[in-house]
Nanobody, 123 residues
Framework: VQLQASGGGLVQAGDSLKLSCAAS????????VGWFRQAPGKEREFVAG????????QYADFVKGRFTISRDNGKNMWWLRVNSLKPEDTAVYYC?????????????????WGQGTQVTVSS
């Protein structure tokens, strides 16, 4: 099983990006998926999660409506749209999938992880 995250880059404050996660080796159409991030010198933190039903989501408080998680079960992919980026959003962003319906903030409940994609926001 592999998760491939992509879409990061170097952008300016206020810009937007769309991060992608492509899964292979198994399907996750009955599993929760999510995004986490880790900034230099900080612990990995939850960003967003989405249920397999594609109707329920969770977001970290710092998102404040700027980020949107979406998924396409038929394509075995999910995305994180990040708008109004700030320098403090600079981090490596990881996609993750649970082995259950879980889509919350606890990283230990996710079994599969992508390699991460770097997002750097300049001021």
């Amino acid at each position: 099983v592999q998760l491939q995250a992509s879409g990061g880059g170097l952008v300016q404050a206020g810009d937007s990006l769309k991060l992608s996660c492509a899964a292979s080796g198994r399907t996750f159409d009955r599993n929760g998926v999510g995004w986490f991030r880790q900034a230099p010198g900080k612990e990995r933190e939850f960003v967003a999660g989405r249920a397999w039903t594609n109707t329920m989501t969770q977001y970290a408080d710092f998102v404040k409506g700027r980020f949107t998680i979406s998924r396409d079960n038929g394509k075995n992919m999910w995305w994180l749209r990040v708008n109004s980026l700030k320098p403090e959003d600079t981090a490596v962003y990881y996609c993750a999938a649970s082995d259950s319906s879980y889509y919350g903030a606890r990283a230990t409940n996710y079994k599969y992880w992508g390699q991460g994609t770097q997002v750097t926001v300049s001021s």
